[in-house]
């Protein structure tokens, strides 16, 4: 097969209004999707060129495209492919968005990234429970399991990022799954004042008042 030129060799501006989208482009974008790149863009700029035939015709890009307008912009980054057969062109529109679907997450190496992003949480795309969702698959196709229990434990009982301290979410959720997993019961010991900080103790579901100079 004959090496045609890469397209990212060439990058062009062109007016928006010189570029068609694709009339049967499968790839939906939702309003809140659009907004999310808009904002994206106004962030960073525009980093990925939207990609067209030599007709002009969008082939990869038309979220961007989409974005674009809602912004006002006169025009954007374009690359053409040329020298593409009709065939090459529609797989590649399919292709473009499927194979960046095939990937996945390292759920901690994302978890401990996102940490010190909350900030900025709208122009990342992740919303409030999409982290929790990725844990929750995580545990449900059986990935923690004792050893690698073990390993968060080892790496991740040192000081808290204060941003995971809600105990519903984040890493203590995730540190609970760990001590199950290890066979840890958070009940035991409940009754008992065991560390003898406090003048109170719990029996039986009931908190009573140490006697002064009793040990328990």
């Given at each position: ?40 863009m106004r962030q ?92 929750r698959h995580e ?78």
């Amino acid at each position: 097969m004959p090496v045609q030129p890469w397209p990212a060799d060439k990058v062009e501006r062109r007016p928006l209004a010189a570029i068609s989208p694709y009339s049967k482009n499968a790839r939906m974008h939702s309003d809140e999707q659009i907004d999310q790149i808009a904002a994206s863009m106004r962030q960073w700029g525009w980093t990925i060129p939207m990609l067209v035939d030599e007709s002009g015709v969008l082939i990869a890009g038309h979220g961007r495209y989409l974005a674009a307008q809602r912004l006002e912009y006169p025009d954007g980054p374009v690359m053409i492919a040329r020298g593409w057969t009709k065939k090459q062109i529609s797989a590649y529109r399919i292709a473009d968005n499927k194979l960046a679907e095939n990937a996945t997450w390292d759920v901690r190496l994302l978890a401990a990234e996102l940490d010190g992003l909350t900030d900025m949480a709208e122009l990342i795309g992740f919303g409030p429970g999409d982290l929790e969702a990725l844990l929750r698959h995580e545990e449900q196709t059986g990935k923690y399991s004792v050893e690698e229990a073990k390993g968060k434990l080892a790496e991740r009982f040192g000081i808290v990022p204060v941003t995971v301290l809600l105990g519903t979410s984040g890493w203590w959720q995730d540190r609970k799954r760990a001590w199950l997993a290890l066979g840890i019961k958070g009940e035991i010991g409940r009754d008992k004042n065991l560390l003898k900080m406090s003048g109170f103790i719990r029996h039986q579901g009931k908190i009573t008042r140490q006697k002064k100079g009793v040990a328990t």
